[in-house]
């Protein structure tokens, strides 16, 4: 049986404003974003990009992305902005190392529309040292409540054939 880690974040849900850019720049505004939009394809108020503010904070990493808001999103309707519970797996002092695999996993279980890295490549087991469960609490948005590692790793694809073979009939 794998170990598995468990993180939560707790979202909290804002309308989209010119002040996004300057309001969140406290000690504890740090973490996964995500940005809703009109999209031309997907249309209105949808999961347009998930990010991470990792030794900046929001406000910080949204301006670094001003131009490209500008140029590419129509209309921004929403912003989410995670926030870590402390727990047995999280800490403050092991929150950095964590954020990046969170940020990769859920990119990679919700295709928002603008990020492409973590999406085109299936998560390597070799970037877990145990697997992970990351639980989305209050004003999530459109993520999925639960996520985890080990749908998404190829630790049980890794030989298909023989997974198959377990495959259990009466």
């Not at 394809?41 to 670094?64: D, E, P």
């Not at 969170?102 to 040292?129: G, R």
């Not at 049980?156 to 377990?166: A, G, L, S």
Request: hydrophobic share 35%; aromatic share 18%.
């Amino acid at each position: 049986m794998k170990e598995v880690e468990v993180i939560h974040l707790v979202w909290k849900e804002y309308d989209w404003d010119e002040n996004v850019y300057n309001k969140f720049n406290g000690k504890e505004d740090y973490g996964i974003y995500q940005i809703y939009g009109d999209h031309p394809i997907y249309g209105y108020n949808t999961l347009l990009y998930i990010g991470k503010a990792r030794g900046n904070t929001y406000s910080q990493r949204l301006n670094n992305h001003y131009d490209f808001y500008v140029d590419k999103i129509p209309k921004f309707r929403k912003l989410h902005l995670s926030y870590f519970c402390e727990n047995v797996d999280v800490n403050k002092e092991n929150w950095n190392s964590k954020i990046d695999l969170v940020e990769k996993l859920l990119i990679n279980s919700h295709f928002p529309a603008y990020n492409s890295q973590d999406i085109k490549n299936v998560l390597a087991k070799e970037n877990f040292e145990k697997e992970l469960l990351v639980l989305n609490w209050f004003e999530r948005g459109k993520l999925l409540p639960e996520v985890s590692s080990l749908r998404t790793s190829r630790y049980y694809w890794d030989n298909e054939p023989d997974f198959f073979k377990k495959i259990l009939t009466i």
